[in-house]
């Protein structure tokens, strides 16, 4: 691709950074990225992604925004409520960069439909407040050796994993082989608004990461983050010898 004065100047301060310019810029406009899930996280995982320059974002949600949402999912407004959270969220996305390839999916994640869904990107990004549908994403991203970069907020904490499937290594199955038996998400719990921001944007950061090939990443490791003590520390996941994936 040709870099025309215009998007220089749009991506100059990426560009001057020696890990990325103009070769990284152009890594990050070729990279395919799925975020499933628009709310809490994905709300800023999406926007800068976008302000980022990559050229195809795909975003899965089939829920509405609600009036209980705008406290942290920040690309939703008040007149916002009753409409699709993907048709907004794109809009949002037009206003950054018209160029980026936005392909939205107005329905809920299944295993019928994710293999249509995923194999269309690189990098896949998981919002979702539920663990049945963390298990499907990780599972698929497992098998067709994708690269799965998770996040997942409560109360005051948050927690973030990355996994590189074209390698061997670990899944979510490894580090949490069952559902627990206490349902922990927003929904029950509560969520400290700035720490959906917070994840969001540390998950942004793993994608740009991934896709420039930066090291010292988490590939097969957890973040977690005591918004309270404002505290991070870094766990690794090692295999299960149990995992029904048999990583």
Do not use: W
């Not at 009036?67 to 699709?84: A, C, P, V, W, Y």
């Not at 809009?91 to 107005?106: A, C, D, G, H, Y």
């Not at 499937?165 to 029950?188: A, H, Y």
């Amino acid at each position: 691709m040709k870099i025309t004065l215009d998007y220089f100047k749009r991506f100059e301060k990426q560009i001057i950074l020696k890990k990325i310019g103009i070769a990284g810029q152009k890594k990050i406009l070729s990279s395919k990225v799925l975020v499933v899930g628009a709310g809490g996280l994905g709300c800023p995982l999406i926007t800068y992604l976008a302000a980022s320059g990559v050229g195809k974002i795909g975003i899965v949600d089939f829920d509405k925004v609600e009036l209980s949402n705008l406290n942290r999912q920040t690309l939703f407004k008040t007149e916002d409520i009753g409409k699709f959270k993907v048709d907004q969220v794109k809009k949002e996305i037009n206003k950054i960069n018209k160029k980026i390839n936005v392909i939205i999916f107005r329905k809920k994640l299944t295993s019928k439909n994710v293999n249509n869904i995923f194999k269309k990107f690189d990098i896949i990004c998981d919002g979702t407040d539920n663990f049945m549908t963390r298990y499907l994403i990780n599972d698929y991203s497992q098998k067709n050796k994708k690269i799965l970069i998770s996040a997942a907020i409560s109360k005051f904490d948050g927690h973030l994993f990355k996994f590189n499937f074209k390698q061997k290594g670990p899944c979510l199955r490894c580090f949490m082989p069952e559902i627990p038996s206490v349902k922990n998400n927003c929904q029950t719990e509560g969520i400290f608004s700035p720490v959906a921001g917070i994840m969001g944007s540390l998950q942004a950061n793993e994608v740009l990461k991934t896709i420039l090939n930066i090291k010292n990443d988490l590939t097969n490791q957890i973040l977690i983050f005591d918004s309270l003590k404002t505290e991070f520390k870094k766990l690794k996941i090692l295999i299960h010898h149990k995992c029904i994936n048999k990583c």
